[in-house]
């Protein structure tokens, strides 16, 4: 009998268990929070898991060129459908995909900086001010500030890191040097190599 009595409550707290935790996952679901973030990563471009059905693409206008969509729209040449301008703070590929004077940096719609000045986009040291230089961030060529004296002026030899985070040259007069007695004994000594690179500063 209390060998009975035991398993039926089990039973009973398996059951209580199971209605509790469909409980919570149906609030977590129906939380508008929840609502809002899965909408964003639903959106997001990098999203390989969106689904596009036939139907939604069907509902689109289907075009070659931005001219064949309406004014307020542009035509996502990935897809060949014409889709709404993005407003600022939205994912996009390319400066067409945003609307009004806006461009496309670092995959979401953007102000356009003034031209020669910090951010702008550029492809030579011409393009910027006479106290900046064209280097790239996160892959893209915008004008930044030279280094001031005292500022950090390490970069590496090359490779990726480099390629996609540049950093610009001191300021002219300046150059970047040593200001510590601290020097690496070995290419692979460890922390003095680290300690030597972190005393590179822009100096007269």
Known sequence: MKRENRYFEVLLFLNSFSLCFCNIWTLLQSS??????????????RNIHA???RNMLDQ???????????SNMF?????????????????CREDSHCEGHNI??????????????RGARCQTDKDCDSSMCCARRHGERICQPKLKIGQKCYVPKGGLDYSLNQVCPCLDGLHCRTTSKTKSTSRKSGWHYYNFFEHLRCSK
């Open 32 to 45: 508008p929070i929840q609502g809002q973030i899965s909408k964003r990563l639903s959106t997001h471009p």
């Open 104 to 117: 496309c940096m670092y995959g979401q719609c953007e102000k356009r900086a003034r031209e020669t000045s």
């Open 75 to 91: 035509c996502d040449l990935h897809y060949g459908i014409c889709d709404y301008h993005r407003t600022l703070g939205e994912p």
């Open 51 to 53: 689904v596009v059905s």
């Open 60 to 70: 689109k206008m289907i075009c070659d060129k931005s001219s064949d969509c309406n």
